[in-house]
């Protein structure tokens, strides 16, 4: 099982409360980048297309604990756009702090993507996007008010959440007809092999049971939509 975004930035020594442990400051993955072409075998290639979200996340997190954090932040935002809330979530902590080398705080940013992460209620989420603006200045938390109502027509919900949706469903299909009939499956990262496809399917939907719990019958999905 792949480590949620929420572990792997406490890994990572982000967080709304305190700056980067020492130890974490001084390990190899945040002082000697691997060089940033290097092919990522740790991400499940077969989810890009299915859950891009949840793809995007993986790689994200590669890049950061290999120390090109640009190219990671970069990565959080495509997930973002998937409707990744726990990519939201992780962009938030990580402007509100500026811990990550190479990347500076921006405290109404911060504010904005916390906010978009706390959409679905998620207790944790919605505890720290309180916190954090009870940290910030006024200027900052209508600045981010303003921040947040243009990016809500990229990555709120209504548009992301509603995108991610469309697309899981329009790849699912296919993969549905061969569990159908009793087919196989190969999806490339899954295994090695072709597997039947019922369990790939039944796979993909706890995956996307997670990804999209909370939205989930709040937008209706019509047509795909394809980036």
Known sequence: ?????????????????????AALAESPAATQAVPVD???????????????????????????????????????????????????FALGLMYFNGDMQGIPANRPLALAWLALAAERN??????????????????????????????????????AGLRAMRRFNHEIAPLEDAANTGGIIYLRGYSPFPEDANTVVAQLHAEADKAFQGLIGTVTVGPLQVR
């Open 1 to 21: 099982m792949k480590p949620s975004m929420k572990v792997a930035l406490v890994l990572l020594g982000l967080n709304v409360f305190g700056s980067v442990p």
């Open 122 to 159: 998620d207790f944790d989420h919605q505890r720290s996007y309180a916190i954090a603006r009870a940290k910030s200045s006024e200027q900052d938390i209508q600045a981010s008010d303003a921040l947040l109502k243009k990016m809500q027509s990229t990555y709120g919900d209504k548009v």
């Open 38 to 88: 290097e092919k990522i075998n740790n991400c499940n290639r077969g989810l890009e297309q299915i859950l891009p979200g949840d793809y995007y996340a993986c790689e994200a997190r590669y890049y950061f604990q290999n120390g090109h954090n640009q190219h990671g932040a970069s990565e959080l935002e495509e997930a973002a756009y998937w409707a990744s809330k726990d990519a939201q």
